[in-house]
């Protein structure tokens, strides 16, 4: 295209700092998934179930509350481990999930479908940027829902108890933020994936859903044959259950299953894969999607 009146000049403007360029992805998307209710519903719906577990904190140390409601403490859960464990991550897991799966699939098929990769590649955006901005909005949105309640939990917790509790716990802390980040770049990398190979939306939040369940009925069917456990290795769900077990201090890696046989109780041994393993997998499934992702976020595409 010629240039017939050079009136163009120089950005003189304040240049973004390049370590921070690519949230300028997120920005704009979190701004437009926003516009749902739905979502925006969703979203509000999320932090309901934090706020019960912050009034069974606070009834423990509360005399009055527990007498009018007629409650023992004794009734109530201990705060511990597995009460952040099952009680706040784990609920909080399903609609970080659910959040991943409205927003996820949509990001880079609408790119590849419009062709706008080469628009977002011709700035001083790299690849990788790119696919991190677009990663960013998942682990932004389920942040929030995820770790961020928990640690604020645990600090609730701790101002209740005293100094003491949060110094003797505060590898729960720990615990809850890595088992939160795993669980976030997993949706994220996943979700991304299936993303940019699976450009029709309902096809793509139906795959997403299909990798966390599908493989879960096919684990139990290959587990009741061979009676074993060892065919978690394949199933997402518990191989993030074995992860978050070995964070906080609950794996355990042998069962006793007991089934009736006839007349006779039977009881087999079942060992979980151990924990090296389940890292090693979930490793593994990160490195794939990365590798489909290199293989589709270009700045163009040559069609034979």
């Given at each position: 295209?010629?240039?017939?009146?050079?009136?163009?000049?120089?950005?003189?403007?304040?240049?973004?700092?390049?370590?921070?360029?690519?949230?300028?992805?997120?920005?704009?998307?979190?701004?437009?998934?926003?516009?749902?209710?739905?979502?925006?519903?969703?979203?509000?719906?999320?932090?309901?179930?934090?706020?019960?577990?912050?009034?069974?904190?606070?009834?423990?140390?509360?005399?009055?509350?527990?007498?009018?409601?007629?409650?023992?403490?004794?009734?109530?859960?201990?705060?511990?481990?597995?009460?952040?464990?099952?009680?706040?991550?784990?609920?909080?897991?399903?609609?970080?999930?659910?959040?991943?799966?409205?927003?996820?699939?949509?990001?880079v098929s609408r790119d590849l479908t419009n062709n706008a990769l080469p628009?977002?590649?011709?700035?001083?955006?790299?690849?990788?940027?790119?696919?991190?901005?677009?990663?960013?909005?998942?682990?932004?949105?389920?942040?929030?829902?995820?770790?961020?309640?928990?640690?604020?939990?645990?600090?609730?917790?701790?101002?209740?108890?005293?100094?003491?509790?949060?110094?003797?716990?505060?590898?729960?802390?720990?615990?809850?933020?890595?088992?939160?980040?795993?669980?976030?770049?997993?949706?994220?990398?996943?979700?991304?994936?299936?993303?940019?190979?699976?450009?029709?939306?309902?096809?793509?939040?139906?795959?997403?859903?299909?990798?966390?369940?599908?493989?879960?009925?096919?684990?139990?069917?290959?587990?009741?044959?061979?009676?074993?456990?060892?065919?978690?290795?394949?199933?997402?769900?518990?191989?993030?259950?074995?992860?978050?077990?070995?964070?906080?201090?609950?794996?355990?890696?042998?069962?006793?299953?007991?089934?009736?046989?006839?007349?006779?109780?039977?009881?087999?041994?079942?060992?979980?894969?151990?924990?090296?393993?389940?890292?090693?997998?979930?490793?593994?499934?990160?490195?794939?999607?990365?590798?489909?992702?290199?293989?589709?976020?270009?700045?163009?595409?040559?069609?034979?």
């Amino acid at each position: 295209m010629a240039v017939l009146e050079r009136s163009y000049k120089r950005f003189e403007g304040r240049l973004t700092p390049e370590w921070s360029r690519f949230l300028i992805i997120p920005r704009h998307a979190v701004r437009d998934v926003f516009r749902s209710k739905f979502f925006t519903a969703f979203f509000a719906l999320s932090f309901i179930w934090p706020l019960v577990c912050a009034i069974l904190i606070y009834l423990h140390y509360n005399v009055d509350a527990l007498a009018a409601w007629r409650l023992n403490v004794r009734n109530l859960l201990p705060i511990d481990a597995t009460f952040f464990e099952a009680w706040v991550i784990a609920p909080q897991a399903y609609f970080g999930f659910f959040l991943a799966m409205l927003v996820g699939p949509q990001q880079v098929s609408r790119d590849l479908t419009n062709n706008a990769l080469p628009l977002y590649l011709c700035r001083p955006l790299t690849r990788g940027e790119y696919v991190v901005g677009k990663m960013s909005i998942i682990i932004i949105l389920v942040s929030t829902v995820t770790w961020i309640p928990g640690l604020l939990l645990f600090l609730l917790q701790s101002y209740l108890e005293g100094w003491s509790w949060f110094a003797d716990n505060i590898w729960i802390a720990s615990a809850i933020f890595i088992s939160s980040l795993v669980l976030i770049l997993l949706l994220a990398l996943i979700s991304q994936a299936i993303s940019a190979w699976v450009k029709w939306l309902v096809a793509a939040r139906a795959a997403l859903l299909a990798a966390f369940f599908i493989p879960t009925a096919f684990a139990a069917v290959v587990n009741e044959i061979f009676q074993t456990r060892w065919a978690h290795i394949f199933d997402l769900r518990a191989l993030i259950r074995n992860v978050w077990s070995g964070l906080f201090g609950t794996f355990v890696s042998q069962t006793v299953d007991r089934d009736r046989n006839g007349r006779f109780l039977r009881e087999v041994i079942m060992s979980e894969p151990p924990l090296w393993a389940s890292w090693l997998m979930l490793f593994l499934i990160c490195a794939l999607c990365l590798w489909l992702l290199s293989r589709k976020v270009r700045a163009y595409e040559v069609v034979k």
